[in-house]
């Protein structure tokens, strides 16, 4: 049985230079507490692996459910600004998610940063994708504006 794929794709120009964000994005747990703020706990590397190696599988707890989620850095590319990661097993309703999040330099704005975030994922068994999908959809959105959010907040503090 062939299972539907569905895509979202998110963006936002960020109020710093690229070399100032993929500092902190390049880690994907780092990322984490950014873009879930309290709504994460107990993230961290697992099976021996870093911000410094790929493959590297990192877990993390969601609140208030108490899902755990297993996913695994498959890529990064320090040129290309990228990391590309994808989930292991499934969790709130979605299975097969990957990911990969690119930062561009802003040629025409100096010290901003364009972010694209495309993500493909299926619905898990027994899931019901008119929720699943536009929860997703309406989380991803969220992630981008919370990161843009962060990196705005930062430039007012200094």
């Keep these: 049985m062939i299972q539907a794929r569905y895509s979202v794709y998110d963006s936002a120009v960020l109020d710093a230079p690229i070399e100032e964000v993929w500092r902190e994005l390049r880690d994907i747990v780092k990322l984490l507490p950014v873009v879930f703020g309290d709504s994460v706990k107990d993230y961290r590397y697992v099976d021996g692996g870093s911000a410094e190696k790929v493959p590297s599988r990192f877990e993390f707890t969601l609140l208030p ?3 755990r989620g297993l996913e695994e850095v ?5 040129t290309e600004h990228s990391l590309t990661y994808q989930m292991l ?16 330099r802003i040629t025409t704005e100096p010290g ?15 899931a019901d994708p008119a929720e699943v999908v536009p929860a997703i959809a309406a989380l991803t959105a969220k992630e981008v504006v919370t990161i843009k959010e962060h990196f705005e907040k930062r430039r007012r503090s200094l």
Excluded: C
Aim: no cysteine.
């Design 74 to 78: 498959v890529a990064r590319s320090e």
């Design 89 to 104: 097993g499934q969790i709130i309703g979605v299975e097969g998610y990957i990911a990969t999040y690119r930062l561009r």
């Design 112 to 126: 901003k940063t364009f972010l694209e975030w495309p993500r493909e994922f299926g619905v898990a068994a027994g």
């Design 65 to 67: 459910s108490g899902e």
